[in-house]
């Protein structure tokens, strides 16, 4: 059972009912309005959205909106945030390959490293009922952002830990900026950003003792996923299973390439054509699956037997 923080009247929305409470007239206008919003710019990738969402944000209230993913998780953001917001609209399923992903594997015994958790939603979620209320990690550098992140873990119970760090190649201090949450950009150099601790994934994984732990390891860490993989050598060869950002607007696939020329991890991607994950011996395959460049797409990469007879049995 999750709670809120104590507040007046929080404002919280039901994804699966659609109910609203603790809103007023303007509220509900609003919420209206983005899921509109949402459900209009869906059709490419929700492009404009942010910019109607600026517009509205001089009437938007001050407060958090909290979202009740599922009977066992609630998850708070800014009421009006661009990026967040999109989840009003009920038929939308953010990064529905992991999601689908996520669930098939409820009922494997692993705990969560999510690196890059931003406000935490996937800690949020595979430490619920439905997903399996599996152990996760929710690992964010920005002050910011871990401010709110801290606010989920409270809201949910203290269910899931956080650690405030940047992840990368090795450990020592970082330097983080930007204007958006979801797409700051980390510097081993002073340019005026936000000092913030960095680890490397091996010494990440000493610190927390998880080597005989199975593993699911979520790198969505703003350009440096390359950079972190070289960091975690040895976790990577673990009974470990990486969920790999490799973005839309880079044309390469870097990150994918990395992986199969430079680690001993297999490679597998949703491919939404089939309807299930496809293991990838090349990229050739991106190009075609990598259609909008203003969206990040994941892989999936793994050393370990056990995981890729999950990837790919739990599709047949």
């Known amino acids: ?65 909290l979202v009740r993913l599922n009977q066992d998780a609630v998850f708070a953001f800014p009421f009006g945030d661009e990026y967040w917001s999109t989840i009003l609209d009920r038929k939308y399923v953010y990064e529905r390959d992991i999601d689908l992903f996520l669930r ?4 494997t015994d692993y705990v969560l490293l999510d690196c890059g958790a931003n406000y935490g939603y996937w800690s949020t979620l595979v430490s619920s009922g439905p997903y399996g209320s599996h152990r996760a990690i929710a690992i964010e550098p ?16 203290n269910r899931f830990e956080t650690i405030r760090s940047a992840i990368g190649e090795t450990s020592g201090t970082a330097y983080l900026s930007g204007r958006k949450h979801e797409s700051m950009t980390i ?46 050598g040895r976790l990577l ?30 490679l597998f991607c949703y491919d939404p054509d089939a309807g299930h994950y496809i293991r990838l011996k090349d990229v050739l395959p991106l ?3 990598k259609k909008a460049v203003n969206r990040g797409y994941n892989v999936l990469a793994t050393a370990s037997p056990f995981w890729e007879a999950r990837v790919l049995g739990a599709w047949k």
């Open 187 to 232: 510097a081993d150099h002073d340019e005026g950003g936000e000092a913030v601790n960095l680890v490397s994934l091996d010494d990440l994984m000493d610190h927390i003792a998880l080597s005989a732990k199975r593993l699911v390891l979520k790198l969505d860490v703003e350009g440096v996923e390359i950079g972190a993989m070289v960091g975690g």
């Open 1 to 65: 059972m999750v709670s809120v923080r104590a507040n007046a009247t929080p404002l919280v929305f039901d994804r699966a009912t659609g109910a609203i409470e603790g809103a007023g007239f303007r509220e509900k206008l609003l919420i209206m309005a983005f899921q509109a919003g949402a459900r209009i710019s869906s059709s490419w990738t929700h492009r404009g959205f942010g910019l109607s969402c600026r517009a509205l944000r001089p009437i938007v209230p001050n407060r958090d909106i």
């Open 287 to 289: 190009d075609r699956i």
């Open 142 to 157: 920005s002050s910011s952002n871990y401010a709110v992140l801290r606010r989920n873990a409270v809201i949910n119970g």
């Open 104 to 107: 098939r594997i409820s009922d």
């Open 237 to 266: 060869k673990t009974d470990c299973i990486v969920i790999c950002e490799d973005h839309g607007n880079d044309p390469l696939h870097t990150v994918s390439k990395h992986i199969l020329n430079h680690t001993e991890m297999r």
